[in-house]
């Protein structure tokens, strides 16, 4: 008796031609993996059809999935899952009235934080504007559980500072919440501040009440960028603080963000790049002509030379520094980046039911692509410079962005990179050959 062949289901055929046809769009990752979470939905569908056509979508289908997203899917807030030890606990200062969403998503973010954290949170915020909203945002049970076991304490302060305010407005409101988080830092009662306040005011404030580090004449705004291994990170600085710089600043500038690639990123010897307009060490403007021997002759860091635009992701760098105006441009250049490849890639997917097919099994591995390039989607920025841990978050920081951005805080304050900092300015320098 001769045995008949299962032909495979026609769902499984339209999906089989669908991705043939549309073998571009799946070219997103560099590299193709045999696992992923595409292959096991494809494979769990699959199951309920005949065991045939289980063999011919997986065989088809599984050359096709992304690695790199895989991994994606994987990677969740550190210590969501971990058991955390109470005595590990590191006290944060956190402005509860800085940032657009303040200070509900503020402190919902910080109850997030000690359930997934090893951190205890001091709130700092005015008295009356945070008692209408924990009841308003339904926090009252959870914020009570907290202050029960002495994760979170309430700080009251003064007058806020808004964030159309000037800067300099931080050293009228004394008592602002800023200024009163700060305080907690200078003071040894927490370990590290937090704020998703007025960029120009933390920074101010970071400046007037903790202080400059010896040797730094002006502090810079590291961000961490994403590259294209899922595991590094590329820190860039300065960001924003500082729009014109000195070749002097950018070379402080390198040396910050050494410290902290190699205390905190765990970088054995990181590789340092100047942002230029190409690699010949000729090329560039007055600034970065002038820069580029100063980092050259440093023997405290890996100079690695200069880095184009377009190798600032390429994960050839640990660390690249620029003037605070190119660098904002930058930050703000990615910031965009996710939301139009996800907007083209909507336009290109094809009409009717080959497209709703295609998008239900991108869409969440898209999303993720554009949460990966999306800065706001990493919580925060390191003030680097200043006599303490600060961490400045995006104005529209919410509850998840508050936890990443204190993940942060707190992985700069367990590697205690303030000692390296602070030993950075007892190290001589060598004399500046230009101006």
């Known amino acids: 008796m001769t045995s008949r062949r299962t032909k495979p289901n026609r769902t499984i055929r339209r999906l089989v031609i669908w991705y043939r046809r549309n073998a571009a769009i799946t070219s997103l990752a560099e590299s193709a993996s045999a696992a992923g979470s595409m292959a096991g939905s494809v494979a769990g569908a699959a199951t309920s059809v005949a065991g045939a056509a289980t063999s011919v979508a997986g065989n088809v289908l599984q050359p096709l999935v992304f690695d790199p997203l895989r991994r994606l899917q994987q990677s969740g807030i550190e210590g969501e899952d971990a058991v955390i030890d109470d005595h590990q606990r590191l006290w944060v200062a956190v402005d509860g009235m800085g940032g657009d969403n303040a200070p509900g998503a503020i402190l919902e973010g910080c109850l997030m934080a000690v359930e997934r954290l090893p951190v205890r949170i001091r709130f700092v915020a005015e008295s009356e504007p945070l008692s209408r909203c924990i009841d308003a945002c339904g926090l009252r049970e959870a914020l009570e559980g907290a202050l029960a076991q002495g994760l979170i304490s309430l700080v009251p302060s003064g007058p806020s500072v808004a964030m159309h305010d000037e800067a300099t407005v931080v050293r009228r409101k004394r008592d602002a919440s800023i200024n009163m988080a700060m305080d907690l830092v200078k003071s040894g009662e927490a370990t590290a501040v937090y704020s998703a306040g007025n960029s120009g005011a933390v920074m101010a404030a970071a400046i007037f009440r903790l202080g400059r580090l010896s040797g730094i004449e002006r502090p810079a705004i590291g961000a961490l960028f994403p590259t294209r291994d899922p595991d590094q990170q590329v820190l860039v600085l300065d960001v924003g603080a500082n729009t014109d710089c000195k070749p002097t600043w950018l070379h402080q500038f390198a040396l910050l963000g050494n410290i902290y690639s190699r205390d905190v990123l765990q970088v054995s010897q990181p ?7 190409g690699e010949e060490e000729c090329k560039g403007n007055d600034l970065a002509l002038k820069t580029h021997p100063l980092l050259a002759a440093e023997t405290r860091l890996h100079f690695a030379g200069n880095c184009e635009g377009r190798d600032v992701l390429s994960g050839d760098f640990d660390v690249v520094v620029c003037d605070g105006f190119t660098g904002n441009v930058l930050l703000k250049f990615l910031e965009s980046v996710g939301g139009v490849l996800l907007d083209v890639l909507r336009a290109e997917l094809p009409r009717g039911r080959r497209g709703k097919v295609g998008s239900a099994f991108l869409r969440t591995n898209l999303m993720r692509i554009k949460k990966r390039l999306d ?19 995006h104005g529209s920081s919410k509850a998840l962005s508050v936890v990443s951005a ?30």
Do not use: F, K, Y
Request: hydrophobic residues 45%.
């Open 375 to 393: 800065h706001a989607e990493h919580g925060g920025a390191l003030l680097l410079g200043v006599n303490g841990i600060c961490v400045i978050g």
């Open 406 to 435: 204190l993940r942060l805080a707190h992985s700069a304050a367990s590697h205690r990179v303030m000692d390296d900092l602070h030993d950075l300015g007892s190290t001589p320098q060598p004399a500046a050959t230009c101006g």
């Open 271 to 277: 590789r340092i790049g100047l942002l230029n307009i």
